[in-house]
C-alpha cells in the first residue's frame, strides 16, 4: 500500500473488486482463435467444455483478486505496479474466459464473489512476508495454473478449437508473468506453502466446476 495514501488505496482496492466481480470482463485482444459460436458443439462435449471454462473463469478472477491484494499491501511502488499489471493482463484472460461461457451457453461460477474474496485475502497475507515472497508467491501460482492449464487442454473436446485456443494463449502468457516475478526477485516458497496453494486451488476448482 503506497505510504501516506491508506485511505485512497482501499477505494482503488474496493473499485478493482467490485468492477471484477460485477461488471463485464473488457479486454484489449480479441479471443485467440476462430469463433465458434454459429457452430455448436455436441450437447455432451459442449458440457464438458462450459464446466472446463468455468473453472478457467474462476481461476482468473482468482488469480487478479490475489495481484489485487499483494499489490494492496506491497512495499515498495515497483513491485506494486507489477502485481498491477499481471493484474491487468490477467483481465484479457477473463474476458476471453467469459466470452466463452457465453458462447457455450452458460453462467459463470455463483461463488465468484466468494473467490475474490478469499483470493484477495490470502495475496494481502502473501505480501506481509516482503515483497520478494510476495513475488515468488506469483510465480508459484502460474507455475501452477500453468499445470492446471496443461490438464484442461488434454480434456477439452478434440472439437472445441476456440477454448484450446484460449487456454494455450493464457498458458503461455502465465509462463511469462511467473518468469517475470522471478527476474523481479521473487524467492521460491517452502514445500509447504505450496503444498496449501495447491490444495486450496484444488477446492475452488473442483467446486467452480459445478457451481
Known amino acids: 500500500m503506497v505510504s501516506g495514501r491508506p485511505f485512497d488505496s482501499a477505494i482503488a482496492a474496493a473499485d478493482r473488486a467490485l468492477r471484477s466481480v460485477f461488471a463485464p470482463a473488457h479486454s484489449n485482444r480479441p479471443p485467440p482463435g476462430p469463433a465458434t459460436a454459429d457452430t455448436p458443439l455436441p450437447e455432451s462435449e459442449r458440457r464438458t467444455a462450459a464446466a472446463l471454462m468455468r473453472v478457467n473463469h474462476t481461476g482468473e478472477l482468482a488469480a487478479q483478486a490475489l495481484y489485487h491484494g499483494q499489490a494492496f499491501l506491497a512495499r515498495s511502488e515497483r513491485t506494486r505496479a507489477l502485481l498491477l499489471q499481471a493484474a491487468r493482463a490477467e483481465s484479457d484472460h477473463l474476458a476471453w474466459c467469459e466470452t466463452r461461457l457465453q458462447e457455450l451457453a452458460t453462467r459463470p461460477s455463483l461463488l465468484n464473489p466468494f473467490w475474490y474474496a478469499g483470493s484477495?485475502?490470502?495475496?494481502?497475507?502473501?505480501?506481509?512476508?516482503?515483497?520478494?515472497?510476495?513475488?515468488?508467491?506469483?510465480?508459484?501460482?502460474?507455475?501452477?495454473?500453468?499445470g492446471h492449464l496443461d490438464a484442461h487442454l488434454g480434456r477439452l473436446p478434440a472439437s472445441d478449437v476456440r477454448s484450446r485456443a484460449?487456454?494455450?494463449?493464457?498458458r503461455a502468457e502465465e509462463i511469462a508473468h511467473g518468469a517475470t516475478a522471478t527476474s523481479a526477485g521473487g524467492v521460491p516458497l517452502p514445500g509447504p506453502?505450496?503444498?496449501?496453494?495447491?490444495?486450496?486451488?484444488?477446492?475452488?476448482?473442483?467446486?467452480a466446476y459445478w457451481i
Open 193 to 207: 506453502v505450496r503444498a496449501l496453494m495447491r490444495r486450496t486451488a484444488a477446492v475452488m476448482t473442483g467446486t
Open 120 to 146: 484477495f485475502a490470502i495475496g494481502a497475507l502473501a505480501a506481509l512476508a516482503g515483497d520478494r515472497a510476495s513475488l515468488g508467491f506469483v510465480a508459484e501460482t502460474e507455475r501452477q495454473v500453468e
Open 166 to 170: 484460449i487456454l494455450e494463449t493464457m
